[in-house]
């Protein structure tokens, strides 16, 4: 087995590359992830992020909409639905933006902290 230089989880995670070399792609599509990784042939068949990322991302697309929405009707004075269609815009976006690195960060977090299902002590 080859080592492998120190990577940190969330260079990997922001750049959605392989959280052992750093250097390959994790992702095949726009979520779906790579069945091993094609420079250090990693197998991603324990990497399971689960609901993680899209909790992180609700709670902060929530945050952001809410203050967006507030904003656009009683700062700017814009009318309800011009207030709605500004805030789920930008929602629309940011929720592009964040989900894809969370889930390659969730994921590099995982293999760096040698994470593994809940087991029960015997």
Known sequence: MTDYPPVSPYAAGLGGKCPRCGQGALFEGFLGLRKTCAVCALDYAKADPADGPAVFVIFIVGFVAVAVAFVAR????????????ISAGLSAVVIVGLLRPLKATLIALQYANNAEEGRLEE
């Open 74 to 85: 009683f700062v700017w004075f814009a009318p309800v639905w011009l207030a709605f269609l």
